[in-house]
């Protein structure tokens, strides 16, 4: 689904730009729930407000609740037919290549440099080769990660640097407030 809203929102309608999409899908991946209703209510909601993430919210679950239920019933009956398990094979094997390709679609952005394979090929060796859950695989990578994207000197003094002056002028902007204030509360006295 995730490769859809790709497709459908960056490159045929052009409503995102690659950076918009990455930044809703990893918000999307942050919060509860599933990942391709949340990028598209996050979309939905930068592009028409609350109605547009109402909109996109039912867009993304209404039909799909309706379509496993229908799916549901007929399972139910023909689930022995060899058949329907051959269909059921073949469609699970189609999912696991679409994630494949949007994961290589996606992640390609996101690899910047040779260590960052470095920590990707030992991830995936844990988790999908030895079978060592992903929690305790993130306590043992996630530090290494860290350290390795860890901002330069360069880096942390602009970032200081840019939040001292915006600092500075909140603090004049609150303190203009609070003199505008006072004035007006003294004139009605």
Known sequence: MVAYLRDHLVKRRQWLND???????????TVPGLISTNVSVIVGSRLRGVRGAIAAALGMTLPGAIAVFALGLLYARFRSDPEVKAVLTGVSSAAVGLILAVSLQIGRRELDRWLDLALLIPTFVL???????LLPTLVMIA?????I????????TDYHTRQAAYHAQLAAHHAEVATTSGTSIDRES
């Open 127 to 133: 988790v999908g080769i030895v079978h060592i859950s």
């Open 143 to 147: 530090p290494i990660a860290i350290w």
């Open 149 to 156: 994207h860890r901002p330069d000197r360069a880096e942390l």
């Open 19 to 29: 950076d918009q999409f990455l930044a809703a899908l990893e918000i999307g991946e």
